[in-house]
Structure formats: structure tokens, C-alpha cells
């Protein structure tokens, strides 16, 4: 086999079992190695595979509250996928009728095979270590009580925070399958609830007035999930009870669709 003049730089012959091998190399890429026999031909330059975009995603997180009458038909259409879209379809005619409520609807767009983030959330500040209270260095023999009794300021002071952010969000990974029809899904989503703040004892002063401390209390619905759906469909990814709301619980439901990138 005859090779082009521009790419005789380096040149050697190999026989191996009477078939005479030319190797080939050039300083910018590497190139075949061929048999001369052989009807491969070796190109002046190597050809680069085009990488396949990613295609892109919508994606919806809906949390909605029903009561307790409405769930388990609703549990029953999801858990067969032929009657996940109409489980989709009587939670939202279930909303319009004011029979469920809608707590949040996350929803992002962005490219498969890429981490996406969906959150509606505040941070709430609180306290966790305090200063203990200062009192006189000197304390008289006599009326002892009484002194301290007279001392003008007598607290805690705040001297640690931490920071808990508190509502809805959602965190996803998507994989589409060669054809589109399938999508495989990494999903946390949460829901976090500043329920009440809670009092401690903290002592008690010598004019008998106790203090005390106050710290939140967060009540967390939280769901990680891997699981398979088709393209366009929905699903229901937890169920969970509503604090201070008796016989009314929460649903996670989720849907995706993906369309290939042109």
C-alpha cells in the first residue's frame, strides 16, 4: 500500500508470518496501523466522534394535602401505571374542588444528565449556645438575697446560631433511556415546618422569676428515591402525615418529561 507523501515522517516494517506491517506516527495524533494486504485506508487526519447533547428536562414537584378519605384511592391509581394518569388527574380536580390543598409546586427546567435544585425556603435563625448569666463578684455577708435581688440585669446571652431553612425544595438527577421512553430518577424532595417554639428552664433568680430559653421545633417530610417512569408521566414519591392537622396527609408527586435535543 502506497501512503501519502505528507505523512511519511517516521516510517518502519514489521513482518509478522509473512505479512508485512507499516507503522505509521505523526507528532499531533496517533494513526492506525495496517497491514499493506489489508483494504483499510488510513486517513491524513483522525476523526473526532461528536458527543450527543444532553437532552432537556421539565420537571414538576407537586406536595398537595388531602384528608385521609381521598387517600387511598388515590394510593391505588399510582400504584398501577396505566392509572398513574388519572391518580395525576383526581388530585388536581381534588384541588379545584377545594377538597385538597396545594402546598407547593416546585418546577424546573435544565438538561438530563445534570444535578437541578428547586427550593422556596427562608432561613430561620435560632440560638444553640448561650453566656451565663453575670453576677456581682462581691456579695455582702448580710441581706445577700436581697442584693441580688437588686441586680439590675440578670440573663442569657446568645453567643452560637445555626441556621435551618424552612419550606420546599427538591433535588433531581435524570436519566433518559436510548429511545426517550423511559427515564430513570434520582429525587429528594422535602418539606420543612417551623411548627413552634419550644420553653426551657434556664434557673431561676433570687426574687424567684425563672428564665428561660426558647428553641424551634421543625417538623421535616423528606423522601430519597430512585425509580424508573415513563417519559411524560407522573408518580407518587411518599405520602406523610400533617402535623397539628388531624386525618390529613401529604403527598409527594412528581413528573418529567424529557425531549431530545435537535
Not at 67 to 77: C, E, G, V
Not at 187 to 200: E, G, I, Y
Not at 208 to 215: K, N
Request: hydrophobic fraction near 40%; glycine fraction near 6%; aromatic fraction near 6%.
Amino acid at each position: 500500500m502506497t501512503l501519502p507523501n505528507s505523512s511519511r515522517k517516521s516510517r518502519r516494517r514489521l513482518c509478522v508470518r509473512g505479512i508485512t506491517i507499516t507503522a505509521l506516527t505523526i507528532a499531533t495524533a496517533p494513526y492506525l496501523v495496517v497491514a499493506e494486504d489489508s483494504p483499510a485506508v488510513v486517513a491524513d487526519k483522525p476523526v473526532a466522534s461528536a458527543a450527543k447533547p444532553p437532552s432537556s428536562i421539565f420537571a414538576e414537584c407537586r406536595m398537595v394535602i388531602v384528608p385521609q378519605k381521598s387517600l387511598f384511592p388515590i394510593i391505588a391509581d399510582f400504584s398501577d401505571d396505566t392509572k398513574a394518569e388519572a391518580g395525576w388527574e383526581r388530585v388536581e380536580k381534588a384541588i379545584e374542588s377545594g377538597e385538597a390543598t396545594l402546598a407547593a409546586d416546585l418546577v424546573v427546567k435544565g438538561a438530563t444528565e445534570q444535578p437541578l435544585v428547586g427550593e422556596s425556603a427562608e432561613e430561620q435563625r435560632f440560638p444553640t449556645e448561650f453566656e451565663p448569666p453575670q453576677l456581682p463578684q462581691s456579695i455582702p455577708a448580710e441581706n445577700a438575697t436581697e442584693s441580688l435581688k437588686a441586680w439590675p440585669h440578670v440573663g442569657l446571652s446568645p453567643i452560637s446560631f445555626e441556621t435551618q431553612k424552612v419550606g420546599e425544595s427538591m433535588e433531581l438527577l435524570v436519566h433518559a433511556s436510548p429511545d426517550g421512553s423511559w427515564l430513570d430518577v434520582d429525587l429528594t424532595p422535602q418539606h420543612v415546618r417551623l411548627l413552634r417554639w419550644d420553653k426551657f428552664d434556664a434557673g431561676k433568680l433570687a426574687d424567684g422569676t425563672h428564665l428561660s430559653i426558647e428553641q424551634p421545633a421543625f417538623q421535616t417530610m423528606k423522601d430519597v428515591v430512585n425509580l424508573r417512569i415513563r417519559n411524560g408521566h407522573g408518580a407518587l414519591i411518599g405520602v406523610h402525615k400533617v402535623p397539628d392537622l388531624e386525618g390529613r396527609f401529604e403527598l409527594f408527586l412528581f413528573r418529567a418529561t424529557v425531549t431530545p435535543a435537535k
